[in-house]
C-alpha cells in the first residue's frame, strides 16, 4: 500500500494543481484568495510530509520545517487578512468587486486617432 | 562570523524596521522625523558595512543567533549585496528628500493617515529590501518577500480612489501568486537537500527532476514579481495611479528585491543547473519587454503612464545579462563582467527611475494635469524639474558617464566574446527606444504655450534638488563604478564617436517617437500623415494590444504557468544536448 | 486501519478541495473551506505534526474562516456582476491542462524525493539542551532560527499597517467595525460574559505549556484573540481606537522586546539573538510573554479589519 507520506504529497500536488485552477479561472477575487489558500494549503502539506519523512534522532518529524510551516501558516493569514481588507474596501468605494482591466483601463481605447485640426 | 564588524549587518536590516516600529508608537506628529533619523541612521549604517566588505576582501557573513547553517541562519554580504544596499540607500534618501514637503506631518498635530502611512511604508519598504540583499537563507527570504509585498501594495492605493485599489488589489494577487511559487521551489528544495541555506545548497544542488522544477517555479514566481514581460500585469496602472512619491518606491525600488533573488537563485544556488537556453530564454522575455514596454510607452497619452511603460521596458534590460554570464563551455554560471553589468543596470535604473517619476509628479503637482499634448511651456515654467527628466533620459539612454553606459558596454564585451550577436542587436536598438518616448515628452515640454502656462504650486525647491541629484548620479554612476571596473572602458564623452553615437540614438528615438505615437500628440506627429506614420501607426496599436492582452488576468496567470513549464523543458533540454 | 484513514481523509481533502474551487457560492465554497481546514488539522495529527495541527485549526481554519465568512456575506451582491466576467471555455481547459501538468510534475517530484530523506532532527536533538525547552519546535522558532519568528512579528505589523493604510479619510483614528449590540438578557451576551475566562485561562496554559509540549504562543494568541472578537460581537466592549497610545504601545511591545534581547544576545553571548548558556530559557519565556499581548491584539485587529467609525467629538 502507499505510504502516508506518498499519499498526502501526492495529494498536497493536486491541491496545488486544483487552487491554480480555480485562481486563473475564477473571476471574484474572494475566490482567488481561497484559491490562494488551497494552493497555501497545498504547499504546506508538501513541506509537512518531508518533515514527516525526516523522522528521526528520537522525534517523529523533521522539527525545522514543522517550525516553518507555523511560520508560513501565520504569514499566509496576514496576507489573506490584508487581500480581504483591500477587496472590501474596493468594494465600499467603487460598488464593485471585479479586478478587469477595463474597469481600470489605463488609457481609453476608443480615442481614435482622429485628424488634428 | 559574529564579530561586531559585522554587526552592521543586523543593523541595516532591523533599523528600518525600529523606525516603523517607533513611529507607529509616536504618531503622525513624529514619523516625519523618525524617518528622517532613521535614514541617517541606515545610511551611515550601510556605509560602514560596505567598508568592513572591502577592508575584509571577502563576503561577510553573520550568524544569527551563533547558530550556524543548517540549523541556524546566516546574513551574507557579498560585492553584489553591498552594492544594491548602497544603490538602495542612496535612492531612500533621495526619495524622503522629495517627499519632505509632500507628506509634512499636519500643521494642526492631528495625525493624518496619509503622511503618516507614507513614511512607515518608505522604511518598511527599506527594511525589507536590505533583508534581502543580505538574507542567507531561502526561507527568510520568503519572508523577505512577504514583507516587501506587504510595504509596496499599500503605497498604490495611498490616495484611496477606486481605481488605485484596484490596481492595488490585482498587484497583491499577483504578487502573492509569484510568493506561493517561490516557497514551492523552497520547499522542494528542502526535501531534496535538507536545507535552506544558500552556500550549502549551492555545493549540493545537481541537476534533477526536483531542481528543475524547484528553479522554473521560483524563477517564474520572482519574474512575476518584477513584472517581466508578459507577466506585467499589474505594474502600468499600480505605478502610475500611486502617489509620485510612491511610484519613485515602486519602480525604482521595490522590483529590485524579486530581481535580486533572480540573481542569487542563478548564479549561487543553482548556477549548475540552469542552462544557456533557459538563460536566453529569460533575455528573450527581457528583449520583449523592451520592444513592447517602449513602443507602448510612446503610445501613452499621460506622463506618469508613460514612466510606468518605460519601467516595464527597463525592467528587460536586467535580465539580458543572463545569457552573457556564462562561463566559455557555456554551462555555468559565473560571477563576473556580465553580473557586474546587471548590478550597475540596476543601480542605474533605481537612480534614474526615481529621479523621472519624481520630476513626473512635480509637473503633475504643479500643472494639476499629466497629459503629455498639453505639457508646452513647462520647460520654461519649471527648468530644474523638466533638466531632472531629461538627465534621467539620458542615463537611461546610456549616455556617457552613465551606469547604463558602462553596463551596455560590458554587456556588449561579453557578447562579443561569446558570439552571441543578437543581443549586440538589442543592446543597441535599445537605446533608441528608450531615446523615443524621452524625445517625445522633452519636444512637448519645450514647445512654446499658446496661452501662457499658470502653475498651480510651485515645487519645492527640495523636491527639485533631490530630482535632480537622482539624476545625476545615474548620469555619472559610471564613475563610481571605477573601483572594480577597468578606467579604460570610459571614453571621453565629448569625443567625436561617443557624440555620434548619442546623436545616432536620439535620432533614431525620434523616428520612432514621430512613427508610433498618438496623433493626438500633435507636437511630434503633427507633421502630415505620412506613409512612415501609415505604417508605424498600426504597428504601435498591435504591440498594445499585445500588452492589453498579456494584462488580463487570465492570460498572465495562463503565460505564468506556460513559462514555467518553458523553463523547466529548457533546463532538461540543456543537460540532455 | 491506518492507511484506510489517510486514504479517506484524503480523498475527503481532495474532495472538499475541489468544493472550494468549483462551488457556485462565495458562502458556500467559504464553509467548504472551514471544513476543509478542519479535516487538515486531523492530517497534520496523521503526520506528527500536533503543533502545527494546532496552528491549523487556529488560525488556518479558524481566523482565516472567520475572515472570509465575513467577507462573503459583504460581498454577496457582487457575485452576480463578476461572474459575467467568466473565461470561455476553451482558456478553462487550457487552465485545467496546465493546472493538472503541475500536478503531475509535483507528483513526479513527490515521488523522487530522496530515500533516506535529508532531515536536521539529528542536529536539534544534539543541540536542544542548550535553549532550555523540550519543545523541539519550540527550539526551532525561538533559539536556532529566532530571526525567522522576529520577522513574522513584523510580518504581522506590516499587515496590519497595510489593514489601516485602507482607512478611508474621514474614518481616520476611528474604530473598526460597526457598534455591535446584544440583547443583555440573551445568549451571546451570556456565553460573552461566561466563557471569556475559560477561554482565557486555556490560551494561556497553551501558550505557557509550549515550551515543552505541543502548544506555543500562536495558539494561545489566537484563542485569546477569539475571547476578545467574541466579548466584541456581544457588543460588552466596543473596537479600540486606532489611535490610542496604548494601543500603539502593546502593538509594538513584542517586536521590540525581541529585538532588545537580540542585542542582549551581542554583548553576552556573542551574537544576535544569542542566549548565554543558563538565561535561555528565561528569555525565551520573556519574549514569549511580550509577543502574547502584540500577537493578540494584531489577530484581532486584523480580523475586524480598517476603521469604519470615526472618532466621536
Given amino acids: ?117 | ?577 | 486501519m491506518m492507511d484506510w484513514l489517510n486514504l479517506g481523509l484524503a480523498a475527503l481533502i481532495l474532495g472538499l478541495g475541489i468544493w472550494v474551487v468549483l462551488a457556485r457560492e462565495a458562502f458556500s465554497a467559504v464553509v467548504g473551506f472551514i471544513s476543509y481546514g478542519l479535516l487538515l488539522t486531523l492530517v497534520w495529527v496523521q503526520l506528527s505534526g500536533v503543533d502545527v495541527a494546532l496552528t491549523e485549526a487556529a488560525i488556518g481554519g479558524g481566523l482565516t474562516g472567520a475572515l472570509l465568512i465575513g467577507a462573503a456575506s459583504r460581498l454577496k451582491r457582487t457575485e452576480n456582476a463578476v461572474s459575467a466576467e467568466q473565461p470561455g471555455t476553451a482558456l478553462k481547459w487550457l487552465a485545467a491542462g496546465l493546472s493538472a501538468a503541475v500536478t503531475v510534475v509535483l507528483a513526479v517530484c513527490v515521488l523522487a524525493l530522496p530515500e533516506p530523506a535529508p532531515t536536521r532532527a539529528a542536529e536539534v536533538a544534539a543541540n536542544i539542551d542548550s535553549t532550555g525547552v523540550g519543545n523541539p519546535i519550540t527550539a526551532v522558532l525561538l533559539a536556532f532560527r529566532a530571526m525567522d519568528t522576529l520577522l513574522e512579528a513584523v510580518v504581522l505589523v506590516f499587515a496590519l499597517i497595510g489593514v489601516w493604510s485602507l482607512t478611508p479619510d474621514r474614518f481616520w483614528a476611528g474604530r473598526p467595525g460597526n457598534r455591535q449590540t446584544a440583547d443583555p438578557n440573551g445568549i451571546l451576551a451570556y456565553i460573552a460574559s461566561t466563557l471569556p475566562p475559560i477561554g482565557i485561562v486555556v490560551g494561556l496554559y497553551i501558550f505557557w505549556i509550549g515550551a515543552d509540549y505541543p502548544g506555543g504562543k500562536f495558539q494561545g494568541a489566537t484563542i485569546l484573540a477569539a475571547m476578545w472578537l467574541l466579548v466584541i460581537m456581544a457588543g460588552l466592549v466596543d473596537t479600540p481606537t486606532i489611535s490610542r497610545v496604548p494601543l500603539r504601545m502593546a502593538l509594538v511591545l513584542g517586536p521590540l522586546v525581541f529585538i532588545g534581547i537580540g542585542f542582549l544576545g551581542v554583548v553576552s553571548a556573542g551574537a544576535f539573538l544569542a542566549y548565554p548558556i543558563d538565561y535561555a530559557k528565561p528569555l525565551i519565556l520573556t519574549i514569549e510573554f511580550a509577543l502574547m499581548p502584540t500577537l493578540t491584539l494584531i489577530l484581532g485587529l486584523l480580523l475586524l479589519g480598517a476603521p469604519q467609525r470615526a472618532v466621536e467629538s
Avoid at chain 2, 546574513?75 to 534618501?93: E, F, K, Q
Avoid at chain 2, 531561502?138 to 492605493?157: N, Q
Avoid at chain 2, 545569457?323 to 537612480?351: E, K, M, R, W, Y
Fill in chain 1, 1 to 117: 500500500m502507499i505510504t502516508a507520506a506518498n499519499l498526502f504529497g501526492l495529494c498536497a500536488a493536486a491541491l496545488i494543481g486544483l487552487g491554480l485552477f480555480g485562481l486563473i479561472t475564477n473571476p471574484h477575487p474572494l475566490r482567488k484568495i481561497l484559491a490562494f489558500n488551497i494552493i497555501g494549503s497545498g504547499v504546506f502539506l508538501l513541506f509537512g510530509v518531508i518533515a514527516y519523512r525526516g523522522a528521526g534522532a528520537g522525534m517523529a518529524a523533521d522539527p525545522v520545517p514543522q517550525a516553518l510551516l507555523i511560520t508560513g501558516i501565520v504569514v499566509a493569514f496576514s496576507a489573506t487578512a490584508l487581500a480581504v481588507a483591500l477587496l472590501l474596501r474596493l468594494h465600499d468605494e467603487t460598488g464593485s468587486a471585479s479586478l478587469s482591466a477595463e474597469a481600470t483601463d489605463t488609457e481609453s481605447r476608443a480615442e481614435q486617432d482622429t485628424p488634428s485640426s
Fill in chain 2, 1 to 577: 562570523m559574529t564579530e561586531l564588524g559585522s554587526l552592521a549587518l543586523v543593523l541595516a536590516v532591523l533599523l528600518p524596521f525600529l523606525g516603523v516600529l517607533a513611529g507607529l508608537v509616536l504618531g503622525g506628529r513624529n514619523v516625519r522625523a523618525v524617518a528622517l533619523i532613521t535614514i541617517l541612521a541606515g545610511l551611515a549604517v550601510v556605509v560602514s558595512s560596505a567598508f568592513s566588505f572591502v577592508q575584509s576582501a571577502q563576503p561577510l557573513t553573520y550568524l544569527l543567533g551563533a547558530w550556524a547553517p543548517p540549523l541556524g541562519i546566516a546574513l551574507r554580504a557579498d560585492g553584489l549585496s553591498v552594492a544594491m544596499m548602497l544603490a538602495v540607500a542612496v535612492v531612500v534618501a533621495g526619495i524622503a528628500a522629495y517627499a519632505w514637503s509632500d507628506f509634512a506631518p499636519p500643521a494642526d498635530g492631528v495625525e493624518k493617515r496619509a503622511p503618516f502611512m507614507y513614511w512607515l511604508l518608505l522604511l518598511a519598504v527599506w527594511g525589507s529590501l536590505n533583508l534581502v540583499f543580505l538574507s542567507g537563507d531561502l526561507f527568510t527570504l520568503y519572508v523577505a518577500l512577504e514583507l516587501l509585498t506587504f510595504s509596496g501594495v499599500p503605497l498604490v492605493c495611498l490616495d484611496g480612489r477606486g481605481e488605485t485599489l484596484r490596481s492595488a488589489l490585482r498587484y497583491l494577487l499577483f504578487a502573492l501568486a509569484g510568493s506561493l511559487l517561490y516557497l514551492l521551489g523552497a520547499v522542494l528544495l528542502y526535501g531534496a537537500y535538507g536545507t535552506l541555506d544558500i552556500a550549502l545548497l549551492a555545493g549540493l544542488v545537481r541537476p534533477g527532476p526536483i531542481a528543475w522544477t524547484a528553479a522554473a517555479l521560483m524563477t517564474v514566481g520572482l519574474l512575476a514579481k518584477t513584472a517581466l514581460f508578459p507577466l506585467h500585469i499589474w505594474l502600468p496602472p499600480a505605478h502610475a495611479g500611486a502617489p509620485a512619491a510612491g511610484s519613485a518606491i515602486l519602480s525604482a525600488l521595490v522590483i529590485k528585491g524579486s530581481w535580486f533573488l533572480v540573481v542569487r537563485l542563478w548564479f549561487d544556488v543553482m548556477p549548475g543547473v540552469v542552462t544557456l537556453s533557459s538563460a536566453q530564454l529569460l533575455a528573450a522575455m527581457g528583449a520583449l519587454a523592451i520592444l513592447v514596454g517602449s513602443i507602448v510607452a510612446l503610445r501613452q497619452q499621460r506622463l506618469k503612464l508613460l514612466v510606468a511603460y518605460s519601467t516595464v521596458a527597463q525592467i528587460g534590460y536586467l535580465f539580458l545579462m543572463f545569457p552573457l554570464a556564462f562561463d566559455a563551455s557555456g554551462a555555468i554560471l559565473i560571477n563576473g563582467a556580465a553580473l557586474d553589468a546587471g548590478v550597475l543596470q540596476a543601480s542605474a535604473h533605481a537612480t534614474a527611475k526615481a529621479g523621472m517619476f519624481m520630476a513626473a509628479g512635480l509637473i503633475y503637482a504643479s500643472l494639476g494635469h499629466d497629459r503629455i499634448a498639453d505639457l508646452a511651456g513647462v520647460a520654461r515654467a519649471m527648468p530644474i524639474t523638466v533638466l531632472a527628466f531629461a538627465v534621467a533620459g539620458l542615463a537611461l539612454m546610456g549616455v556617457v558617464p552613465s551606469g547604463a553606459y558602462l553596463a551596455k558596454k560590458l554587456l556588449l564585451d561579453a557578447a562579443g566574446e561569446s558570439g552571441q550577436w543578437w543581443w549586440t542587436v538589442v543592446l543597441q536598438g535599445g537605446a533608441a527606444f528608450t531615446a523615443g518616448y524621452m524625445v517625445l515628452v522633452l519636444v512637448s515640454v519645450f514647445r512654446r504655450p499658446s496661452v501662457p502656462v499658470v502653475l498651480l504650486k510651485r515645487a519645492s525647491r527640495l523636491s527639485e534638488a533631490a530630482a535632480l541629484s537622482l539624476a545625476v548620479c545615474s548620469l555619472l554612476l559610471a564613475l563610481a563604478a571605477l573601483g572594480p571596473v577597468p578606467g579604460d572602458l570610459i571614453s571621453n564623452p565629448l569625443a567625436p564617436k561617443e557624440l555620434l553615437s548619442t546623436l545616432a540614438v536620439v535620432v533614431g528615438g525620434g523616428l520612432l517617437a514621430f512613427g508610433l505615437s498618438r496623433r493626438s500628440l500633435s507636437a511630434v506627429a503633427a507633421a502630415d500623415d505620412g506613409y512612415v506614420r501609415r505604417i508605424m501607426g498600426p504597428a504601435g496599436a498591435v504591440f498594445e494590444r499585445m500588452d492589453e492582452f498579456a494584462r488580463r488576468w487570465t492570460s498572465a496567470s495562463v503565460l505564468l504557468l506556460s513559462l514555467a513549464g518553458l523553463f523547466t523543458w529548457l533546463m532538461i533540454k540543456g543537460v540532455a544536448g
